[in-house]
């Protein structure tokens, strides 16, 4: 695949790297030159000097038959101007840039092929927001992670020692947990997955990821903190 990297910062590079290994053939643009040229003699890659939203460097970079084009500058508007030049001069396919500034975030309808054409919006600061958001509504949870457009969520619970999860295979939580449509889709055990189970036994410190519609999310934790309140009855 070739793919247009604009910005040779740390997130530029990164992507760099990890890209070039997978044999994509891959051109950095950057209007710092020592940038580009570190990033050169560590890796097989093309560079370009210039801003990446001129419609001549873009054509310097290849533009023209590009896969792809990631503007991950340090600056919103270059990284938008240049997804628009991509897609009105070159008709770059897939276009994927950096936005952070909540102005341009909170504008409904300003990121479409009729506006701004982004196929793919990253905001670092509103990840961030948004997982510390799901975290405070759902007490108790590692991570909260959202699919399909947030119909679905996948939740994390860590299961303690001395806790009601400890020693219960997965078939215990299915009978203890009759009203709530969930599965466990994971186990994390010593930082690699395993594969769960019906006879699969939890351990002290696994990670235990139940997935489910967003909103059966909140009956799982719920049915979570029962089990745990019966289990100390016991």
Known sequence: MKIIILGAGQVGGTLAEHLAREENDITVVD????????????????????????????????????????????????????CQVAHTLFRTPTKIARVRATAYLTRKGLFAHEAIPIDVLISPEQVVTDHVRRLIEHPGALQVLEFAGGLVQLVAVKAFYGGPLVGQDLAFLRRHMPNVDTRVAAIYRRNRPIIPRGDTVIEADDEVFFLAARRDIRAVMSELRRVERDFRRW
């Open 31 to 82: 209007t710092d030159a020592k940038k580009l040229r570190d990033l050169h003699t560590k890796l097989d890659i093309r560079t370009v000097t210039g801003a990446g939203s001129y419609p001549i460097v873009l054509r310097q970079a290849g533009c023209e038959d590009a896969d792809m084009l990631i503007a991950v500058t340090n600056s919103d508007e270059i990284n938008m101007i240049a």
